[in-house]
Each structure stands twice: as C-alpha cells, then as structure tokens.
C-alpha cells in the first residue's frame, strides 16, 4: 500500500510537472524573446579612461587602444555569431537583440530605439508595439550560456527548465564547434520539449 501511495504520488508530481512546463511554454509562445547580449561596458570604459589618462606614457595609451579594438571586435563576433544561430536555430518565438548597455534605458522608456539590426548596430526601424509582451534571453556564466527569464527578470514560475541544460556530448561539440549554435540548438530543444 505505502510502495503504491509514494508511486502514485511521484507520476502525480511528475504530471505536475510537466503540464506546469507546457502552459510556460504556451506562455512564451504569445511573446517575443529579447535576446541580451553581454558587452561588458565596464571593461570598456576601463579602456578608454585608460586611452584618455595623461599620466600614462603614450605606450600605455597606445597598449589599452589596441586592446579596446581587440575587445570591440571580440564583441562583434560575438554579437554576429549569436544573431545568426538565433536566427537560424531558434523557433521558440521571434527575438530581437538588445545590448545590455542599453537595458536599462529600455526597461524606463520601452518606445525607444534600442535593437539590433542585421548589422550589428542599433536600427531605429526595430521598436517593440505597446502592447508587446516579452521575456528575457540573458547571459548565465559565459557569452553563450543562455537562461529565459520573464519580464521582470525573475526565472518562469514552477520548474520551468529556464537555465540551459548540456548534455556531455552537446557540451563537447560546442567545445569543438561553434558554441553559440550548440547552445541555441540546444535551448531550443530544451524549451520545445515542452511543447
């Protein structure tokens, strides 16, 4: 009686669990993702306070310009890099990409001009409507560690698989390939398996 109560109990949690999942994903369904992207505008600023000091001898100067442009363009690949497989492999809903630099002049004034156009540049033809819901595709750890978030960035309710999950053989083939498309392909798999 005790073994068929606690099996009963844990298909009971599972179903839960699972029809909590889906009405999540329905949820995100009705809204478009807007994709975060992480360009560490600290370590920029460091740079060019850098560039811009004085004291420093003009080899100093010249040393934190060339490492600005190395970052500048770390960041480009990376901002191409995560439009295109998002593009290609997301068909949860819609994203656009936002720069988190500007997230917080967005979450005051969400009419402005604050997305991505195919370029990489902040397009003033890409606004979201008034009446558009949206959640959040931000950085976990790393450029290509993506969790989902609501709108208010607090994780979706119940155990709604909002951190992205690898297995050991996709983790290995985003190591050896590119990892912004094992990670896409994977959330996207993730978040479907609810569907």
Avoid at 6 to 15: N, P
């Amino acid at each position: 009686m005790t073994l068929k109560f606690c099996f009963s109990f844990c298909l009971l949690l599972l179903t839960m669990n699972v029809l909590s999942g889906q009405a999540e994903y329905y949820t995100l369904r009705d809204k478009v993702g807007l994709v975060r992207l992480y360009m560490n505008q600290p370590k920029i600023t460091h740079y060019e306070s850098l560039i811009n000091n004085s004291k420093l001898t003009q080899d100093q100067r010249n040393d934190a310009k060339i490492a600005l442009e190395k970052f500048l363009f770390d960041r480009k690949v990376y901002i191409s890099n995560a439009m295109e497989s998002f593009g290609l492999y997301y068909e949860v809903t819609p994203v656009y990409f936002i720069p988190d630099s500007l997230w917080r002049a967005f979450k005051s004034d969400k009419t402005g001009t604050y997305f991505l156009g195919e370029d990489g540049l902040v397009d003033p033809n890409i606004k979201l409507s008034a009446d558009q819901q949206f959640y959040i595709i931000a950085q976990e750890n790393y450029d290509y560690d993506f969790r989902i978030l609501t709108s208010d960035g607090a994780p979706p309710p119940g155990n709604f698989p909002y951190k992205l999950k690898h297995s050991l053989f996709s983790k290995i083939r985003a190591l050896m390939g590119s990892m912004a498309t094992e990670s896409v392909k994977r959330l996207n798999k993730q978040l479907k398996s609810y569907q």
